[in-house]
């Protein structure tokens, strides 16, 4: 290795190594009742996202969709998934690798996570759902004012 090459920083890296479903859930409580019921169903989604260090530079990022609708205060049915996936990040600055973990992260399991939730509620015989678009940064910003806010010490 020459002194140049010595001398010139490691190139960033943000990659991923695999994605993967960690655990699939759906229920149908009401079931066959409710699939006599009449109504529009209201829909909660609810989205969490987690990270652990799996070894230097190797993160575990699993974000969790919980899908619950309901006809006439009836659950019609429940669907949780998390996707998961491992991800490569070195060589990027620390104050760097939070956001990575965040929104980076999130962004690319989304899609995946959106078809495991749409294939079980069709499997489970209703109609398909497609869940919209995420912004996983706006949704870090007012994570990170809300800590601010608080006055606590901000958590990836």
Do not use: W
Not at 29 to 55: K, R, W, Y
Request: charged content about 15%.
């Amino acid at each position: 290795m020459s002194e140049q090459e010595a001398q010139q920083p490691a190139m960033p890296v943000f990659g991923l190594e695999k994605i993967y479903v960690k655990d699939l859930s759906l229920e149908v409580p009401n079931a066959p009742q409710i699939f006599l019921e009449q109504g529009t169903p209201s829909i909660d989604i609810q989205l969490q996202n987690q990270t652990n260090g799996v070894e230097a530079g190797i993160f575990d990022c699993v974000l969790t969709v919980t899908v619950t609708a309901k006809v006439n205060d009836k659950t019609a049915y429940l669907v949780e998934v998390h996707q998961a996936g491992i991800f490569r990040i070195q060589n990027i600055p620390e104050e760097a690798i939070e956001p990575a973990l965040a929104v980076g992260c999130p962004n690319i399991l989304f899609p995946y996570a959106r078809e495991a939730v749409s294939d079980a509620i069709m499997r489970a015989g209703f109609p398909p759902m497609l869940l919209q678009p995420v912004n996983f940064e706006a949704m870090y910003m007012q994570s990170k004012q809300q800590q601010l806010q608080a006055g606590g010490e901000a958590q990836p």
